[in-house]
């Protein structure tokens, strides 16, 4: 019988991103061959209204689309529920994040150091200028996440993460928006899961605008950390 080949899924969660979507494919594609990894790159399209559906569907990855623009969280669970992979990874589409960074953020798992790794943008050496959630406000999530779990994080909010399959099996995800990424941490630590962080290059988009909102997500991101922490 043959070895067993570990499946790696990569999901992409996009809205309105026509002019960096296809780069962030071709790039996460070469980093991904580089790994030598069987691979899944499932691309989930949440009703966007310019050609990013288009882009994607014509670069040989599973895309899939909903109905109607619902948020970052219901991209992400949807493609969650498609994967098939024992490591799974996000990324964002905006090109903020660089894919030849991939083999850096899953080190920690394939190394037995963690079960999820964040990419964390204040453990680079090169200042990082947040625009919309600015470093307060990551701070006060950080520190109420620290505060609630023991686990000091420097980018809870960050969206290039890798962790195992187990990790999600282990809990029931229900945030729609932004907030996804910090239930996800936090109930990750309760159920007993060890998480680590690796810097990781960021690069403010130069195309379009964010959808973050920074007092209406804000204060989602605040009540999703409390909702996680009260319950798994």
Known sequence: MGQYQMLLSIIIPVYNEELTIGNIIDRTKEAVRQLGLETEIIVVDDCSHDNSLLVASQRNVKVCTLKQHLGKGYALRAGFAKARGDLIVTIDSDGSHWPEELHEVVAPVFCDQ???????????????????????????????????????????????????????????????????????????????????????????????????????????????????????
């Open 114 to 232: 963690a079960d999820m790794v964040i990419g964390s943008r204040y453990m680079n050496r090169k200042r990082v200028e947040a625009r919309k959630l600015n470093k307060f406000g990551v701070y006060i999530f950080n520190s109420l996440i620290a505060l609630f779990t023991g686990v000091a994080i420097t980018d809870s909010q960050s969206g290039y993460r890798a962790m195992k399959r187990e990790v999600l099996l282990a809990q029931k995800l229900t945030s729609g928006e932004y907030e996804i990424e910090s239930e996800m941490l936090v109930k990750a630590v309760k159920a007993g899961f060890r998480v680590a962080e690796v810097p990781i290059t960021f690069e403010q988009r130069t195309y379009g605008h964010s959808g973050v909102d920074p007092m209406v997500d804000g204060s989602k991101i605040l009540l999703s950390i409390i909702r996680a922490y009260l319950k798994v």
